[in-house]
């Protein structure tokens, strides 16, 4: 059909003339309430992201020379936080000369994660950003 008759068509019923495939030969139009149509364009995807889950993550701050039992607490906490469903992100902190020793700190990261392995994994190992070393677990799937 025509351009004009078209366009003529769709003045007649009070819609308009939308473009749907203009790669194609010929190129494909609708009669369509444009205004409608975006509507139920936003409603969709604002109901899409409705069903999306928002990962959260949360942090827990070590020290190099942090003591046993603090340790201890700070694992229990991260192993409810991957029971949960969160992602936990540890952040070893140095303070001057500290940043000397990175072995220690990437050790007891490692030591951490190996005593949450049962309720995740490392997503990102430990590695430094400025002065401070950053290492991410994530639940596991089940």
Avoid: W
Avoid at 81 to 87: A, D, E, V
Avoid at 124 to 140: F, I, L, N
């Amino acid at each position: 059909m025509p351009l004009r008759e078209a366009l003529a068509l769709a003045e007649d019923r009070g819609l308009d003339l939308v473009e749907v495939a203009p790669n194609a030969n010929p190129p494909v139009c609708r009669l369509l309430d444009y205004g409608k149509y975006m509507y139920e364009l936003q409603k969709k995807a604002r109901e899409a992201r409705k069903a999306q889950k928002q990962v959260e993550v949360k942090e827990i701050r070590l020290r190099p020379h942090i003591g046993e039992h603090d340790l201890d607490f700070k694992v229990r906490d991260a192993r409810r936080f991957l029971t949960k469903g969160y992602k936990v992100r540890f952040r070893m902190r140095f303070r001057g000369r500290e940043v000397e020793h990175l072995d220690v700190a990437r050790t007891l990261l490692q030591g951490v994660a190996e005593r949450l392995a049962e309720v995740g994994f490392v997503e990102a190992p430990p590695k430094m950003e400025g002065t401070t070393m950053v290492m991410v677990m994530a639940p596991h799937k089940s």
